[in-house]
T-cell receptor, first 114, second 112 residues
Framework: EAGVVQSPRYKIIEKKQPVAFWCNPI?????LYWYLQNLGQGPELLIR????????DSQLPKDRFSAERLKGVDSTLKIQPAELGDSAVYLC????????????FGPGTRLLVL | SQQGEEDPQALSIQEGENATMNCSYK?????LQWYRQNSGRGLVHLIL?????REKHSGRLRVTLDTSKKSSSLLITASRAADTASYFC????????????FGQGTRLTINP
């Protein structure tokens, strides 16, 4: 069974440029999460989707970050414009449903903003 | 904000020795989980212990949970070089949906 797929794995951009990350969850998982992981820290939740609905986006900086999961399967996280402080790893995870205890993580996208 | 504090932040031991990592948290939980993250990779779920459990085993892993002290420990026995990774505890609170809050992690290095 394929795990959570993320692309790209690495991205280097200049500040003020836009950037997008893509995630395909495990087949059949209706809950999808985007996390931000700063260097030396644990992941912090940005947004949680149940099917195509964003049910918890309280930690998403909405002035520059946006996300979508149009068909309730894969998802895109966008930053526009990127700032130096956005350099981090962006992790996607999925679970069968929102109440499931275990989440399955993708390899992450490492973003460097210059 | 992060719920848990992990101790130590870094641990270096010889192959074959046991490694113990601790996690403390602040609020009520339904479960506590441990994840491993190899350098440049995603997190892998290791083990889950529920709030009504005190100890759990999985292979070379042993997890304890003390809800009165709001703390947990992860013991890896007979460590191997492949155990070198960062280990994160995550507290789970189910309020309709499961919400995981991660600690800052312990960086474990196993020396051959």
């Amino acid at each position: 069974e394929a795990g959570v797929v993320q692309s790209p794995r690495y991205k280097i951009i200049e500040k003020k440029q836009p950037v997008a990350f893509w995630c395909n969850p495990i087949s059949g998982h209706n809950t999808l999460y985007w996390y931000l992981q700063n260097l030396g820290q644990g992941p912090e939740l940005l947004i949680r989707y149940e099917n195509e609905e964003a049910v918890d986006d309280s930690q998403l900086p909405k002035d520059r970050f946006s996300a979508e999961r149009l068909k309730g399967v894969d998802s895109t996280l966008k930053i526009q414009p990127a700032e130096l402080g956005d350099s981090a790893v962006y992790l996607c995870a999925s679970s069968l449903e929102a109440s499931e205890e275990t989440q399955y993580f993708g390899p992450g996208t490492r973003l460097l903003v210059l | 904000s992060q719920q848990g504090e992990e101790d130590p932040q870094a641990l270096s031991i010889q192959e074959g020795e046991n490694a113990t990592m601790n996690c403390s948290y602040k609020t009520s939980i339904n479960n506590l989980q441990w994840y491993r993250q190899n350098s440049g990779r995603g997190l892998v779920h290791l083990i889950l212990i529920r709030s009504n459990e005190r100890e759990k085993h999985s292979g070379r892993l042993r997890v304890t949970l003390d809800t009165s002290k709001k703390s947990s420990s992860l013991l890896i026995t007979a460590s191997r070089a492949a155990d070198t990774a960062s280990y994160f505890c995550a507290t789970g609170l189910i309020q309709g949906a499961q919400k995981l809050v991660f600690g800052q992690g312990t960086r474990l290095t196993i020396n051959p």
